[in-house]
């Protein structure tokens, strides 16, 4: 049976390849929890912060709790704030940034159980 609770408090922090890790951003990872299909991230962003251009072999949904932050998927951009889903189809590049003045909070979701990405750009 998959683990049941988890405290965000108890999960390490996202640690994208070439950057270390994201101080308010936490990593949930499937396969550590007991599920096959589900990945989050999971945290809040401060103004300013943001990904670079990448992409992952997943399907993602990035879900906007507070704040509002500026979202490239492919050749679209898009500004999403409370309330708000991205779409981001598998192996399409994207990015985000928090270009507010406020904490960006937002849970990405993958369907994988683990956590990989592609950097696109340096």
């Known amino acids: 049976m998959a683990q049941v609770l988890v ?9 994208p390849p070439g950057r270390g890790p994201m101080p308010g951003r936490h990593l949930l990872e499937g396969r550590a929890v007991g599920l096959s299909h589900l990945t989050l991230t999971l945290g809040e962003s401060p103004p300013g912060q943001g990904t670079r251009l990448h992409r992952h072999d997943a399907e993602e949904l990035i879900i906007v709790h507070a704040g509002r932050g500026t979202y490239t998927v492919g050749d679209a951009t898009v500004e999403a704030s409370p309330g708000d889903v991205v779409v981001i189809p598998s192996g399409m590049p ?3 940034v928090n270009d507010g003045q406020e904490l960006l909070v937002h849970t990405g979701v993958f369907s994988t159980d683990c956590f990989a990405l592609e950097v696109v750009d340096d």
């Not at 405290?7 to 640690?15: E, G, K, N, R």
Request: aromatic share 8%; glycine share 0%; charged share 15%.
């Open 94 to 96: 994207h990015r985000w």
């Open 7 to 15: 405290s965000i408090a108890d999960l390490p922090l996202l640690s």
